[in-house]
């Protein structure tokens, strides 16, 4: 179009693009919002594929959880996990991702009752978001169930390959797994909700009254070895309990959500 | 333009010299160099006289400016640095591109930093037809293909005007 004009440009900034090896542009775009790359991806194939790279997602998601935005990064998934819709007749999960407003309807988990929350989370180590159900107690009064003293979880994996906060997403699996609980005075009413924090799962109860919380982690998930790593005193809340969901855990810190107001 | 034989002054303090792709050299204080992680492995190989065939006279006068200054990064003149450093990624595309080439290939991590950041923070809103014409990229798609990949992220297009200037 306006080629005339350029041509003496051109030689010199021909000169620096062949210089703009691949490692310098996926360390710009790692430093890009999600929008943007997505927008990106329509300037030519090589970019595309840049883009769509795994090994890219991966350091642009170490960018992005390096950044300050941590929090604001963190509500996302917040809403995303709030964007699981679930109906006891009809159980249903459907997963949002809010950067990309991609919605994914989730194939039916096969069991029978869901009775308490879900959680969302992400484990690091295997690059996958995980759905947590709580609470299928499957027959109460199965001898099998009841025979550790505890009571079963169904827990639903489904590894999502989302990328960090990036676009395409795929269902790679589906599967089921079933988690024993912690042996001992475990009062199942008294169960809150299952979490993801750290890459480990964790379960919140609170045993004693309304006004402090255990966090119980399971350390090792081949031989259901829970530890009750916290304790929280909740009483400075004064808060109807059922609102709060834990966000995240960085740096020794505890990130709750109270109410829908954060708290550290 | 001209090699600079600039703070010899000094008595004791180690001197190397780096020459550019256009047979300029220039004279630094190794305490400055060293900044930059592959003229410090050369160093500790024993190199004096560095040829960098990669980087032509004009860029890497910057980069030694950029040495310099960051070299002086004291706790107290933060400021002064942070000012610096917006001033320094104030030009041109095409020369932010033979900067940060270079500063890759030197291996200067704070001014890759520096650089991609602000390559990223200026395109961050451009339109895709700006960004093309910026990094001189000829579209490689049939206007079908586009439109595809296109509609795979439709939202990213949309939401109020993209930049469509070249600066």
């Known amino acids: ?264 | 333009m001209a090699s600079s034989s600039s703070s010899s002054k000094t008595g004791l303090k180690k001197m190397l010299t780096l020459k550019s792709s256009d047979g300029d050299e220039f004279e630094l204080e190794e305490s400055i160099v060293i900044q930059c992680q592959t003229i410090k492995h050369m160093v500790e190989d024993g190199f004096s006289l560095i040829p960098l065939q990669n980087v032509d006279t004009k860029t890497l006068t910057k980069i030694i400016e950029y040495m310099k200054k960051h070299a002086e990064k004291t706790e107290s003149n933060k400021e002064e640095i942070k000012n610096f450093n917006k001033e320094f990624v104030k030009g041109s595309f095409d020369d932010q591109f033979e900067l940060v080439s270079a500063a890759n290939y030197l291996h200067i991590n704070g001014l890759m930093d520096l650089l991609c950041q602000s390559i990223a923070d200026r395109i961050n809103n451009k339109s895709v037809r700006a960004v093309r014409e910026i990094f001189n990229i000829s579209n490689d798609y049939t206007p079908d293909e586009e439109e595809k990949v296109r509609d795979e992220h439709k939202w990213a297009h949309e939401g109020g005007e993209f930049d469509e200037s070249l600066d």
């Open chain 1, 1 to 264: 179009m306006i080629k005339n004009k350029k041509t003496l440009k051109w030689s010199k900034s021909r000169a620096a693009i062949s210089t703009l090896s691949k490692d310098v542009i996926m360390d710009i775009f790692s430093r890009l919002p999600t929008k943007p790359l997505c927008k990106l991806r329509c300037v030519c194939k090589e970019w595309r594929i840049i883009i769509d790279d795994p090994f890219f997602k991966s350091l642009h998601g170490a960018h992005s959880s390096r950044k300050p935005n941590l929090l604001l990064l963190q509500e996302k998934e917040y809403r995303r996990y709030k964007m699981f819709g679930i109906s006891t007749t009809t159980v249903r999960f459907y997963v949002c991702n809010p950067s990309t407003q991609e919605l994914v309807k989730l194939r039916n988990p096969s069991f029978p009752d869901i009775d308490g929350g879900s959680s969302f989370g992400y484990i690091k180590e295997r690059n996958e978001y995980v759905l947590i159900v709580l609470g299928v107690l499957l027959v109460r009064n199965s001898p099998i169930f009841f025979a550790g003293g505890g009571f079963w979880l169904q827990m639903l994996f489904i590894g999502l390959d989302m990328g960090t906060s990036m676009m395409t997403k795929r269902l790679t699996k589906e599967e089921f797994g079933i988690v024993v609980l912690p042996e001992g005075r475990f009062n199942r009413d008294r169960v809150w909700f299952l979490v993801e924090l750290k890459g480990m799962l964790c379960l919140i109860d609170s045993p004693e009254d309304d006004y402090s919380m255990d966090i119980w982690v399971l350390k090792d998930s081949k031989n259901y070895i829970w530890a009750k790593e916290y304790t929280i005193d909740l009483s400075m809340f004064d808060l109807g309990l059922d609102f709060i969901v834990l966000l995240d855990h960085r740096e020794g810190e505890i990130l709750m959500d109270v109410n829908a107001e954060s708290l550290e």
